[in-house]
């Protein structure tokens, strides 16, 4: 079955820290990638989308993602992360079949 | 301003209630959904329309209907609430694909509590 994995439940870092949040599907066929971000008490929002070309793609606030196809992962990075980035990450894989599954979130906690 | 909206925002009642959680989108888009997520969890899709009259079951399970007579409107209806339906309900939208894979943008959420 198609699914997705997150590997931390839960991150916890101090502000200016480096971030990568590991995602991983299961599915052979054609995807398409997102990373949402659900800061508290907000809505679901995107943060990036990976549909064709460069595997590096670039989002708001600072963050990327590196699609490697190989490894069907889509692993979200930031290089200093903020007390402000504190929030749920949750990655997203959309099938050809028109069917975006979800992962079960990572919770960011940043510290000051 | 073009959003989702989402009421109630929370909801606690009694089993054996019906009830009904409202979505209303101002996006101008035809595809939308109902998603339910536990907390800590990941969300997994309950239904889902194309447009008018069109409903899809989704992956989960769901005791829940929906029904969609107008574009920005896409309510869902639990005939009679169970402590087992206790969860966040989310409802979002996006553009018909026709190819293009484009992202979903989400309302609030309503929390239901199911005494």
């Known amino acids: 079955a198609q699914s997705v994995s997150q590997h931390n439940h839960h991150v916890i870092l101090s502000e200016a820290a480096s971030l990568e949040l590991g995602c991983n599907y299961s599915y052979g066929g054609t995807v398409n990638l997102f990373w949402y971000v659900q800061y508290p008490g907000q809505h679901l929002q995107l943060l990036l989308k990976?549909?064709?070309?460069?595997?590096l793609v670039k989002g708001i606030k600072g963050f990327e993602a590196e699609f490697i196809k190989s490894k069907f992962s889509f692993n979200l990075r930031k290089p200093s992360v903020q007390w402000s980035d504190t929030a749920e990450y949750f990655c997203a894989v959309k099938t050809s079949y028109d069917k975006v599954i979800f992962g079960p979130g990572t919770s960011l906690s940043v510290i000051p | 301003e073009a959003d989702i909206y989402q009421t109630p925002r929370y909801l606690v009642i009694g089993t054996g209630k019906k009830i009904t959680l409202e979505c209303s989108q101002t996006m101008g888009h035809d595809k939308m959904y109902w998603y339910q997520q536990d907390p800590g969890m990941e969300l997994h899709l309950i239904h889902y329309?194309?447009?008018?009259?069109?409903?899809e079951k989704g992956d989960l399970s769901s005791e829940s209907t929906v029904s969609r007579i107008r574009t920005e409107h896409f309510p869902l209806t639990l005939e009679s609430a169970r402590p087992s339906h206790t969860s966040q309900y989310l409802c979002?939208?996006?553009?018909?694909?026709?190819?293009?894979?484009?992202?979903?943008?989400f309302g609030p959420g309503t929390r239901l509590t199911v005494l």
């Open positions: 990976y549909f064709s070309g460069d595997p």
């Open positions: 329309s194309y447009g008018v009259n069109s409903t």
């Open positions: 979002a939208s996006s553009e018909v694909s026709g190819g293009a894979y484009n992202e979903q943008f």
